[in-house]
């Protein structure tokens, strides 16, 4: 007994020919349907071709439209020629113009020797098959399609959409299953012929030039009656993306084909020599092939959907630019900033770089440069410390320092006074945690020693800015991680919000940090506060900033806190 | 977008293909070699101007990715730029020595000859200077990636602009003809490019890279555009906007995934910065034929006259389309 191959082509034919030949070169007769949209010259080039192998006939022709039953007609054609003129085929498999086999034909022909009654054909109910595009799974049995997906697809779509709406259902001939599948099957003889002479079949044929992609569900549902014995898997591999569109196999492909445990493979491109070259080399001079691993294609194949699908997050780029509900606002990776916190601890850079083992920046989005950690004026990926060109785009700017320092956890300070065009983005970003100390923006102007009636403007403006700030925060709508004290709230103990931000940064930090950075001694702060009250300013922010004598009063171990554990 | 909006780009799409068609005449043939191409050609259309010492690299280039047939717009050139194109067995080319910005810098004349040999086409519109790189480029002809696109019914490609640099000043690297130039220019930024979306046009505008960083800091509005589509199946109804950087229709420009996914994409290695960039900067300036009064080439000869080296610490030494797409810069999308 040996096997047949109906083959189904519609281009590349001079493709065709090879694999017709090769198939009937290690004795496996061959059908040829040629879709009847090919124009004659080019089937009788063919023909010529073929002319000195025996063993390969033509078929009647049918127009291959993809998704309507004429692929299934070309099939029942082919199969029922292939039957009829070669009578000791024993197992029929169906192949397109670019399956390509990929392990030695005498493989195939034991495998089916060892299993000489059993039908391989994939073939699920539709309640369990996962992989139908668009949706249409049980619904391909019980709508009607008369329209083509390719060349009317709003009449298509419409249609479906009034069916669903009126309720219409067609009768599905009883005792029929439904069942899909892999278009791509090798089935007994037995098998076939029992569907090819089933008395039922005028009514079968009917019903299924109306279903829904009947080549992947005619011979599918229907072997289910006849078989005594279906191994539910194809033996061509074969793989489709997300949109339903076969993968192609290219030459850069040969090491993992060789891997498959399929026997043949599509789809191939045509103009891969390497692998027609490789896989089309007569059976004797095949060397053995490597320990099978078929995983490996199927990650390939899996990874490339997720790249379509769901992309790098946090990389914007010519070809991916989500918008905001899809991830625009979501950067590569966590990253800290840390608002009022440089204002009280004159050292908190070293701190926090050691403390999180993270790089600090200082003030990225300071009005006049960005001060990029160590002081640089270009930053990984050629950032630039130029306060215009962060400022023409600071989206981008956060963004490409995130994308570019993917493995490393980024911080830096912000404060009242710095650009903040880039608040909103920090507001909507899951990755931002926000650490923020509200009214500290005053201790530098307290600092600088000036009389508080020169600075009450200006502190009057910070404020200002910052409750904005707030405000944008504490909207339902944030997504970053944000933790606000006050300034009196803080320095009543300083310890916990800093061990705090470094649990949140660094949660697998090795040895906790002993030291806290040295706090500024703020006697004097609550004077100025005065100062600036009775100015006529109101600052609210710090919250009920202690007085000066209840600051030296509270003894607190302020100047430097140590942690307890 | 509104009605009106819609109906106004039409215009402007049809403004720019008779603008095209009615400079068509600017254009004289000196060798067309058109009518003996192979079926389902993918064709390359350029506009050069004394480029002769960079072409023997650029046409191997592109003979090896596949490019079936060259269509070139010789634009004046006194070089032997001219002879030698004429010369090769797969180039069409057409001379002109109208003005090359009222021709809106080539354009014009691309449209028209994209419009008579590109329609049905896959078409690739480059300067001599810009080098494809897309997925797999080293394993897969150019044709692979077309067969790939037209399966999934895609009409456009993007290929991000990338300056490439060399380390040191450009005059120490003298390039001599037939070298791949990116064995000087190595080195390109990775990581500095500022990306919005136009909202009338629906590209994303994309600035950045070395000449925005050196060059544009002050005013980054005016740094060049970086966004390109370059390879496009034609139709005559087509129409470039400024330069390679948008199309007409918008939805030629919609060559991004705004749902969160990376469509493939590739770049375009741009080979400018060699010794032959000073020169070039200054003959441009003095022509005054190039793109806003040519405040880019003043920009770059205030550039090069303090010998700025382009390089810096953190350029990214150039290996292949792999390193580009782990970068981020292109991307496989769902081609595998």
Known sequence: MSLGVVMLCHTALDRAAELARHWAGHGCPVVIHLDSRVPEDQLRQLKGTLADVPDIRFSRRTVCEWGTFGIVQATLDAATLLLSEFPTVGHVLLASGSCLPIRPVRALLAHLADHPQTDFIESVTTADVGWTVGGLSGERFTLRFPFAWRRHRRLFDGYVALQRRLGMRRRIPDGLRPHLGSQWWCLTRDSLAAILSHPRRAEHDRYFKRVWIPDESYFQTLVRQVSTRIESRSLTLSKFDYQGRPHVFYDDHLHLLRQADAFVARKIWPQADLLFRTFLTPDIDRAERPEPSPGKINRLFAKAVERRVKGRPGLFMQSRFPTKARGGNRMAAPYGVFQGFAELFPDFQTWLAEAVDARAHGRLFHPDRVQFAGGESVYKGGLSDSAPLRNYNPHSFLASLIWNTRGETQCFQFCADDDQAIAPTLAADPNANLYIITGAFAVPLWLSGREASEMRTWAARLQKVESQFLKLLGHPETKARVRVWSLAEFIENPAEPLQQLVDDLNPRAAHRGKTLPRLIDLTGFGSFLQDLRNQGMQPVLMGDFPSDDELARSQLPLSRPQILR | ?336
């Open chain 2, 1 to 336: 977008m509104s009605l009106l909006a819609l109906y106004r780009l039409r215009l402007r799409r049809k403004y720019l293909l008779v603008r095209a068609w009615r400079r068509r005449r600017q254009l004289q043939s000196v060798v067309d070699r058109t009518s003996g191409l192979r079926s389902e050609p993918i064709l390359l259309f350029s506009t050069i101007r004394n480029e002769r010492v960079r072409l023997p690299y650029f046409l191997a280039y592109y003979r090896r990715l596949g490019i079936d047939h060259f269509l070139i717009v010789d634009n004046g050139s006194d070089d032997g730029t001219r002879e030698y194109l004429a010369d090769q067995p797969d180039v069409s080319l057409w001379t002109t020595g109208a003005s090359y910005r009222k021709a809106r810098y080539g354009m014009d004349w691309l449209m028209h000859l994209l419009r008579r040999h590109g329609h049905g086409r896959w078409c690739l519109t480059v300067d001599v200077d810009e080098f494809l790189v897309y997925p797999f480029c080293e394993t897969r002809p150019l044709r692979a990636l077309t067969d790939w696109l037209d399966s999934g019914e895609v009409r456009s490609f993007s290929a991000m602009l990338l300056d490439m640099y060399p380390k040191g000043a450009m005059h120490e690297h003298p390039y001599r003809e037939g070298q791949n130039p990116f064995e000087i220019a190595q080195y390109f930024d990775s990581g500095n490019y500022m990306i919005s979306r136009n909202p009338l046009y629906r590209n994303l505008w994309i600035q950045g890279g070395p000449r925005a960083r050196l060059f544009f800091s002050e005013r980054p509005k005016q740094a060049p555009a970086m966004n390109k589509t370059p390879l496009v199946r034609w139709d005559a109804s087509y129409s470039y906007v400024s330069s390679t950087h948008m199309m007409l229709p918008p939805r030629l420009n919609l060559t991004y995934d705004d749902q969160g996914g990376e469509r493939p994409s590739g770049c375009l290695l741009h080979a400018k910065f060699l010794d032959t960039f000073a020169l070039k900067a200054q003959e441009e300036l003095e022509r005054g034929q190039h793109y806003a009064e040519s405040h880019e080439y003043r920009a770059y000869r205030e550039g090069i006259a303090e010998e700025r080296d382009l390089w810096c610490n953190w350029s990214e030494k150039y290996v292949n389309w792999r390193q580009l797409e782990v970068l981020g810069l292109m991307s496989k999308g769902n081609w595998a």
